[in-house]
């Protein structure tokens, strides 16, 4: 089975500067994706970014990149120029091919705070 | 026009009651998901149905029966509520085909159903 570990439950970072949030994952599996989801208070989850395993090229999205290390199983999420509406729940998330359905294993969360 | 949609969006009923949360996506995605997150955030897959047929079932109490009318809806209902349910529940859904196919892997999420049960 997969696991996903996000080390650090809370964080905060100072407007305009720039944040890494870290996260690695277990799995046995070689084709893959990972993403980044947010939650904010809204409580609706939004797509941040995603990373395809076979990709060596790390994947970004505006102000967001991660940092993807296959043989480390690692996949940090870099936001840059934080701004208030940064602050969220971020979740980690690996997802698995398993026949149709794309079955999502989630990390339990950095909770990120950007300060005025 | 939303995405993925369900209703309510807050839940609150007693303990032993039945109740049933709707989702409905207009994006014309073959699967289908619930997920739940508990009180400490924490979000777990529960069931996934591809073109209205069961291919996800993790390891939910037999109280929990989802119905697919169709590949538009997903409803989930709960029989015999009990206190450890509350929680927040998301449906989602996705196209099917080739996970390796560009967007395909990407899940929408609802706004979520927060159940409170007392």
């Known amino acids: 089975a997969q696991t996903v570990t996000q080390s650090q439950p809370e964080m905060s970072v100072q407007e305009a500067e720039t944040v890494t949030l870290s996260c690695t994952y277990d799995t046995s599996e070689n084709n893959y994706y990972l993403f980044w989801y947010k939650q904010p208070p809204s409580r609706q989850m939004i797509l941040v970014i995603r990373q395809e395993a076979y990709k060596q090229q790390n994947a970004t999205e505006n102000r967001f990149s991660v940092n993807f290390q296959k043989a480390a199983k690692s996949f940090s999420l870099k936001i840059s120029d934080s701004q208030l509406g940064d602050t969220a729940m971020y979740f980690c998330?690996?997802?698995?091919?398993?026949?149709?359905?794309?079955?999502?294993?989630f990390g339990s969360g950095t909770q990120l705070t950007v300060l005025p | 026009d939303t995405a993925v949609s369900q209703t309510p969006k807050y839940l609150v009923t007693q303990m032993g009651n039945d109740k049933s949360i709707k989702c409905e996506q207009n994006?014309?995605?073959?699967?289908m998901y619930w997920y739940k997150q508990d009180s400490k955030k924490f979000l777990k897959i529960m069931f996934s149905y591809n073109n209205k047929e069961l291919i996800i079932n993790e390891t939910v109490p037999n109280r929990f029966s989802p119905k697919s009318p169709d590949k538009a809806h997903l409803n989930l209902h709960i029989n015999s509520l009990e206190l450890g349910d509350s929680a927040v529940y998301f449906c989602a859904s996705s196209p099917s085909g080739s996970l390796w196919s560009g967007t395909k892997n990407i899940q929408y999420f609802g706004a979520g159903t927060r159940l409170s049960v007392l």
């Open positions: 994006l014309g995605h073959d699967t």
């Open positions: 998330a690996f997802m698995k091919h398993t026949g149709s359905a794309r079955q999502l294993t």
